[in-house]
């Protein structure tokens, strides 16, 4: 029937969407269900029906929901998680599934991301790695109380053990997706609490690295503030180009209560909602996808453009911003 090949096709674009660039979908559907790629293909053209273990293994090796697949109505929103676990999910197979999201993001029709968050932007930090190096210290020792971090202090002999070539494969994807980036005054407040709290209860090798971390973020702001004034993203210590990543930034005087990213394509619709701080969950049920949606243009719409023209205003905001990185290191001076 004609409802049972629309089905089937939806889940094979759904694994098509998955792969990693280069593997072909044929070999791959192959291997999961041990058949010929002959039995694939004609289970891609809709000449022969998958079996029902054939769909629920396909589903379950891509993580398809199949209420997804059969546009069943539910009161409930599945999610996927990316949950950090100490010995099953670091932070290196954290960074590894962002990687993949965001380069297959960057390979959708027409993407778009909207970042209405409360503090900073994880790919504004990467491209800091003295500014990331501590982030994920403060997670695993704060937040997540791995075990290797309880007796650790912190200093820059951290920096760069977080997968160089992921982080880059991230950022390289991320500079290249329009995005729409909601900042308020408080971006910063939970960084800077941070590196004071850190540093009175001696959790840094010296106060050097405090002071640091402080002239890192100076250099930061800057770059957000170079990007707003340009309306595309490039990343930190790279001639400006303008590789598709368009950057509108807003500005918006009410403190958000909760992290949230939407991502749309052509494709499909995704819901990101970040939870003890650094954990995913995530959601294609487009419905929620449109209530989050509406929710984040109604504020958008209430915010100051802060990119291209908006002189005036973008200057007052990061003038703000730079005199809270300078009391913070006037604290450490103390």
């Not at 209405?116 to 504004?124: F, I, K, S, V």
């Not at 390289?172 to 939970?190: C, D, G, M, Q």
Request: hydrophobic share 40%; with cysteine; glycine share 6%.
């Amino acid at each position: 029937m004609d409802l049972h090949r629309d089905i089937q096709f939806q889940l094979f674009r759904e694994i098509a969407a998955a792969l990693t660039p280069g593997r072909s979908l044929a070999e791959e559907v192959a291997d999961i269900l041990r058949i010929s790629t002959d039995s694939v293909y004609r289970r891609m053209n809709g000449q022969k029906s998958l079996s029902l273990d054939e769909f629920y293994l396909l589903c379950h090796t891509y993580r398809i929901s199949a209420d997804k697949l059969f546009s069943i109505p539910s009161s409930g929103i599945c999610f996927d998680s990316y949950v950090l676990d100490e010995e099953k999910f670091g932070f290196g197979e954290y960074l590894h599934s962002i990687m993949l999201d965001f380069e297959l993001a960057a390979r959708s029709g027409m993407p778009h991301i909207i970042f209405m968050l409360n503090e900073l932007n994880l790919l504004h930090v990467l491209q800091f790695p003295e500014i990331a190096a501590f982030k994920f210290f403060f997670w695993g020792k704060s937040n997540l109380q791995f075990k290797q971090y309880q007796d650790a202090t912190f200093s820059f002999d951290r920096i760069g053990r977080l997968g160089d070539e992921t982080v880059s494969r991230i950022l390289k994807a991320y500079v290249r997706i329009p995005t729409t980036e909601l900042f308020t005054a408080e971006i910063l407040n939970s960084v800077l609490k941070q590196i004071i709290y850190y540093y009175i209860s001696g959790f840094f090798q010296s106060r050097g690295d405090a002071i640091g971390l402080c002239n890192s973020l100076l250099r930061l702001v800057g770059h957000l503030k170079q990007q707003a004034e340009l309306g595309y993203k490039f990343l930190y210590g790279t001639e400006p180009v303008n590789q598709g990543g368009t950057f509108l930034c807003y500005y918006n005087d009410l403190v958000l209560t909760d992290n949230t990213i939407l991502f749309s394509s052509h494709e499909q619709k995704m819901t990101y909602i970040t939870t003890n701080a650094i954990n995913l969950m995530k959601s294609g049920h487009r419905g929620y996808f449109m209530q989050n949606q509406q929710w984040a243009h109604n504020i958008i719409n209430r915010s100051t453009l802060l990119s291209g023209t908006a002189e005036r205003e973008r200057n007052k905001l990061f003038r703000d911003i730079v005199y809270q990185i300078q009391r913070c290191q006037l604290q450490l001076g103390e």
